[in-house]
Structure formats: structure tokens, C-alpha cells
């Protein structure tokens, strides 16, 4: 019974919600019958109630009801530009279906079990060459023969033209020229642009793995950054714009504007072309892990330009030859990373934020060739320009120059319950503790809201120390680490 009611409430809600806020009526009164009227309504009649006709034809025309406002404002959706490019899945739909009906044709019922080095099928292989190959007619052969030599003697006629023209062009040259004409002026040779240009690449990359530029990648993928969907339901309507990218988005938006370019050429040729990604959100929330997963997932060259490094190296005008070097190398060793932490100071002008910071040289002397390098990384160099920054907001100026530096900007929130549920588990079996049915991991989730990643693994590394684990070891062999035991310690 308690079922059939509450359908009928909810068909009612749904039946009178206003299309343009989507918020729900209210209850009618206890005097006109409550919830009752609802589940029970009054029957309808076929004739109309002439009474309110009555009442409106005696007021004047002039004279109209103005409609209550809303209590709450309309919402405004962003409108989609028309003069942005096709997004992605509309254009790589068909390349993607073509690909599954090849694999399904060919690789679906295949067993592949004993083949551990992935070799090649070589049936498959002779049924696609001996047609262009093996299997050519005698007829066919002969054609082709013949139209070889034709072309063959076309290209030596047209070559004994070309020779012919050139000789006697020169002839006449000659005759036309002058003899008491001055020599012409020596031009001034060019001076090279590029500072580098005698140098070895050897020497370079030397250089920069000295001043710890150049790095080897820490062992992190992309699995490491724990991450879930949230489904908001019908409060998302209400308010779309009021709530921050699940971990799940933020994961997708780094494997297809930093990995996937770098690692396909194909999406890289036909995709819009990124050159720089920004990822900004609070400390200990896992942007430079984002950083050097993406980079060693795509299994490309890392190269750190932040002001931490940088500090006391490569003063005054040698900054901008620096840059020069490494956006070379990048190039030459491409697929590339370049990254900077804390980007942001590279835009702050202010002495006194800058003196904050105890570095010995102002980070903002490579802006501007930072940009020009940036502005010249052209499609086809598969290099990526990545900063992050915890503290965007410092960055100065009435023009959002800052943000518009970048391709695509990213942001990196808390982690909601469902990740923090996960990271909990990760973290303390991580640090050698052992998550049982005892352990109430929903309550702790829900306390940790506001926590980020790394305070979190602080309240692990505080409470799992090898001291506590070694108490809770000798307790019983079969004994596992839990809340309850944890207390008792």
C-alpha cells in the first residue's frame, strides 16, 4: 500500500514540476485535503464552471494580473559555438567501427594462447600478399612490362630537353652581358639564428642532464591516481555548473589531450591540435603524478623547467638560449614532455611574492622566451608543454593572460566519497595494513571530506608505523589490522 501512494506522489510531482526552474509544487494544504488530494482526486466533470468566466468579463481589459516572479532565477546553459571545431568521437566514430569489424572478423575466434611473443599469423599474412604478388596473370605481367619501358623512354626524352634548354639559356646569358658592367656586391652572409648550431646533440644533452633538466621518469602509471564516477542524479539538473569533475573526468581529459596525441599519429594529425595543457587545483591532489603517468605512458622524454631547478643556473641572456637547447632536443627526441611546477610564478611580477618564495633569480626572466618557444611548436613535433600550478590566483593583470597560455586547462579537484573510500583501502594496505569487515571505512570516508591525497597518506604514515604493526603481529597469526585493534594500541 505504502508502494501505490508513494507512486502516485511522484507521478503528481513529475506532472506539475515547472519546466522552466524543474523545481517541484508544493503539498497542498491541510484545509484542502493534503496528501489526500493527490492520491484520491476529486472526479472530473465533462461541463465547465462558469463562474470564473462571470468574474473575468466584468474587469477591464486595461487593467492585467501581473505574474508572481519566481523565487529563484532562471538558469542560463552554456550555448554551444558553432565556429568551434567537430569534436572527436563524431570524427573517429567511423575509423572506430571500422576497426572493430576487423577484429571481429579476423581476431574474435582466434586462440592466441600459445603465442606468448606475439608473433605474426603467417597464414593470414600469404592470404594478403599473394594476391598483389604470387598470384599475378602472365597477361597482366606483360602490360606491365610494356608500360614500364614506355615511361622509361618518356623520362630520358624529357631529360635530354631539359639539358638541351639549359645549354642554350647560357649561351645566351653570355652574349647579353655587358662587359664593362661592375661585379655585383658581395652579400653579407646571415648570421645563424639559431645559437645551438654548431654543437653537438650529444653535447646538448649532456648539458641538460647535468643541470638536472632532462630527468628520469619515477615509476608511477596512470592506475596509481585512484579515481571513480559519481552519479549526481536529479540534482544536477537543478544546478549544473555547481559541482566539481569527478576523478573518473579528470582521468579521461589527461589520456585524451596528453597521451593519446603523443602516442597516435593518427589522432595527432586529425584531432584538434593541443600544444599546452594546464592542471591546476589544491596541493597533494595528484597533478604531477597526472604529469609523469601521461609521460610514461606515452613513453616520452621528460624535461623539468621549474624554478626549483632552475634556480642559480643560466642567468641574464643565457635563459633563453637554454630554452632554445631544450625545445631542440624536445623535437629531435620527440614524443616530449615539457613541464614547469608552479607556472603561475613565471607570471608574477611583485617583488615582495617573489622574495616569499627564497629563489635566488626571478623566475619571470624566461617568460617571454617560454612563449615564443611555445607559440613555435607546430603540428607534427608531438611535443606537449604541461604546467601545473596550486595557486593560479596569484598570477597578475586585468587580461586573463595566464589561463589563455594555455590550449586546455584542467582542473583537478578533491577527492569526492567514492575515491576517498578507495584511497583509504589503497593507502593503508599500501603501508602494510590489511582492510577487514570490522574496519568501518564508510564512516572514515565520509569524516575525511575536504582531505586531500597527501593528507591522507600523512594520517596513514603516522598511524601504521612498523612499531604498531609489529604489536598487532604478535597479538594473533591469523589477527589482520582494523579499526577496533588500532584503538586499543
Not at 458 to 476: I, N
Request: proline residues 8%.
Amino acid at each position: 500500500m505504502r508502494e501505490i501512494i508513494q507512486e502516485k506522489i511522484n507521478a503528481w510531482l513529475n506532472a506539475n514540476r515547472d519546466p522552466d526552474t524543474g523545481l517541484f509544487p508544493p503539498f497542498p494544504k491541510p484545509a484542502d485535503g493534503g496528501s489526500k488530494l493527490i492520491v484520491f482526486p476529486p472526479p472530473k466533470f465533462d461541463f465547465e464552471v462558469e463562474t470564473k468566466k462571470k468574474k473575468d468579463a466584468k474587469k477591464d481589459d486595461k487593467k492585467k494580473k501581473k505574474k508572481k516572479a519566481s523565487p529563484f532565477p532562471p538558469l542560463v546553459f552554456p550555448v554551444d559555438d558553432e565556429e568551434k571545431p567537430p569534436s572527436c568521437p563524431a570524427f573517429f566514430l567511423r575509423h572506430v567501427r571500422e576497426s572493430v569489424d576487423v577484429y571481429t572478423h579476423s581476431w574474435h575466434d582466434k586462440d592466441d594462447s600459445a603465442n606468448l611473443a606475439q608473433k605474426h599469423d603467417t597464414d593470414r599474412l600469404k592470404g594478403q600478399l599473394r594476391p598483389m604478388v604470387l598470384e599475378v596473370d602472365q597477361n597482366t605481367r606483360v602490360i606491365l612490362d610494356r608500360v614500364k619501358k614506355k615511361i622509361l623512354a618518356e623520362l630520358k626524352a624529357a631529360r635530354k630537353k631539359q639539358k638541351k634548354g639549359a645549354k642554350e639559356k647560357k649561351k645566351e646569358k653570355k652574349k647579353d652581358k655587358d662587359k664593362d658592367a661592375p661585379p655585383p656586391a658581395k652579400k653579407k652572409p646571415k648570421k645563424p639564428k639559431d645559437p645551438t648550431a654548431q654543437r653537438t646533440i650529444e653535447s646538448i644533452y649532456s648539458e641538460l642532464v647535468k643541470n638536472g633538466i632532462v630527468q628520469l621518469l619515477p615509476k608511477r602509471e596512470l592506475s596509481d591516481y585512484v579515481s571513480t564516477e559519481t552519479f549526481y542524479g536529479p540534482t544536477f539538473e537543478v544546478d549544473p555548473t555547481g559541482f566539481d569533475p569527478t576523478t573518473a573526468q579528470v582521468k579521461r581529459a589527461v589520456v585524451e589531450y596528453c597521451i593519446m596525441p603523443l602516442v597516435s599519429d593518427f589522432v595527432h594529425q586529425n584531432a584538434p591540435y593541443i600544444k599546452s595543457v594546464l592542471l591546476y587545483g589544491a596541493e597533494g591532489n595528484g597533478k604531477t603524478l597526472l604529469v609523469h603517468a601521461s609521460a610514461r605512458a606515452a613513453g616520452a622524454a621528460y624535461f623539468n623547467l621549474s624554478p626549483q631547478v632552475l634556480d642559480g643556473k643560466y642567468p641574464g641572456k643565457q635563459g633563453p638560449k637554454m630554452l632554445q637547447m631544450v625545445f631542440k632536443l624536445a623535437r629531435i627526441m620527440a614524443p616530449s614532455v615539457v613541464h614547469i611546477s608552479g607556472v603561475e610564478k613565471l607570471f608574477v611580477t611583485d617583488r615582495k611574492k617573489i622574495k616569499t618564495w627564497g629563489l635566488k633569480d626571478k623566475p619571470n626572466r624566461i617568460k617571454k622566451a617560454l612563449t615564443k618557444e611555445v607559440k613555435n611548436i607546430k603540428p607534427g613535433e608531438r611535443v606537449l608543454f604541461l604546467g601545473t600550478s596550486s595557486r593560479p590566483q596569484d598570477a597578475p593583470g586585468k587580461r586573463p593572460v595566464f589561463p589563455n597560455f594555455f590550449t586546455k586547462r584542467i582542473y583537478v579537484p578533491f577527492p569526492d566519497y567514492g575515491s576517498r573510500s578507495r584511497i583509504w583501502r589503497a593507502l593503508i594496505e599500501r603501508h602494510g595494513g590489511v582492510v577487514t569487515e570490522q574496519f568501518n571505512l564508510s564512516t572514515i570516508s565520509q569524516l575525511s571530506d575536504g582531505f586531500s591525497v597527501a593528507s591522507i597518506e600523512k594520517v596513514c604514515k603516522t598511524v601504521l608505523t612498523e612499531k604498531r604493526k609489529r604489536k598487532v603481529a604478535r597479538l594473533s597469526p591469523c589477527f589482520s589490522f582494523s579499526m577496533d585493534s588500532r584503538s586499543k594500541l
